[in-house]
């Protein structure tokens, strides 16, 4: 358990121990989640990184990709759309 105070302005300085734990480095943000009564704090960046990837389940098996191959062939095919859409834009 790591203490910290809070100084006149609501700063708290974070311990080291935990802001290892969080991957946080200066100029970072930090997210507080209310939960069952308690405040979490997070790395914002993991939070979203988590959000997002919460967001994609799913889609791999919903597009048919199951090999890293078929990302790349899916990423190709992407491009060769937007560069076929840019040349019928002149």
Do not use: C
């Amino acid at each position: 358990m790591e203490l910290a105070k809070v100084m006149s302005k609501g700063q708290v300085t974070i311990p080291i121990n935990i802001r290892k734990k969080l991957n946080l480095k200066e100029g970072d943000k930090v997210v507080f989640i209310e939960k069952d009564g308690n405040m979490i704090i997070a790395n914002s960046a993991m939070v979203a990184l988590q959000k997002i990837q919460d967001e994609f389940e799913g889609e791999a098996e919903r597009l048919g990709l199951e090999t890293e191959q078929d990302v790349v062939n899916l990423v190709k095919e992407v491009r060769r759309e937007i560069h076929a859409e840019k040349q019928g834009d002149k």
